[in-house]
């Protein structure tokens, strides 16, 4: 895959639509394990090590999401918005279910309980605008498997308000221009490290454009 990757780059006046099409199938399905490996990691205590290499690896899988969307085809774009947004579930959900320090009282884990809550929300929050920004691209008439998979996590996330949400199949087709924004990431309140940002637009390579916007992180902690 890599060896596909690197050709392309290495083409100059030579790169075609279908060599950047190969090049982009391959790099998302390094991308893709770059997010597995990602996933895998737990947080166990010690915390700060833990965390450190989780946000290491979360760094990497961003920065291989991001370059994704350069290649301008909208397939492997949506792709790439859908892990950004799983990414960021991921990371939410690993707090949330990190190891706890030993030793505490019941008061002190209560509040260590509602330090990790706090933390975990804003990604939790993200997750769902970028799921919600691969959705709406059905109403500009673009739709895929990216999409149809971002409004499934949706259905769980937000099952009051897209459970019952329908795909009519006048929606699917191309269009000549679409945008959509990618958000920075939040930062990391627990050791104050800041996550990769995800931001950037792309074009598809049959003849879509990306106008690209980027959503302010959101606020901190109070």
Sequence with gaps: ????????????????????????????????????????????????????????????????????????????????????????????????????????????????????????????????EVHEQNFELVTVGVYNEWVQKSLDRLTVLMPGRYAKNEISGGFVGSIDTYAYRKPNAPDIGIDGQENAEAQGAAESAAALSTTAQVIPPPGQRP
Excluded: C, W
């Design 1 to 128: 895959m890599s060896e596909i990757v690197a050709i392309d780059e290495s083409a100059g006046a030579d790169r075609t639509d279908r060599s950047r099409y190969l090049a982009a199938t391959a790099a998302l399905v390094l991308a893709e394990r770059s997010y597995h490996a990602f996933a895998e990691l737990r947080l166990v205590q010690p915390f700060e090590e833990s965390l450190t290499e989780k946000q290491r690896r979360m760094d990497e899988t961003m920065a291989a999401l991001e370059k994704l969307v350069t290649y301008q085809v909208a397939e492997v774009t949506a792709a790439a918005t859908y892990y950004i947004a799983e990414t960021y579930t991921e990371f939410s959900n690993a707090l949330l279910t990190s190891e706890r320090p030993s030793g505490l009282t019941d008061a002190e884990l209560n509040d260590y309980e509602l330090v990790i809550e706090e933390e975990a929300y804003p990604f939790e929050e993200r997750a769902l």
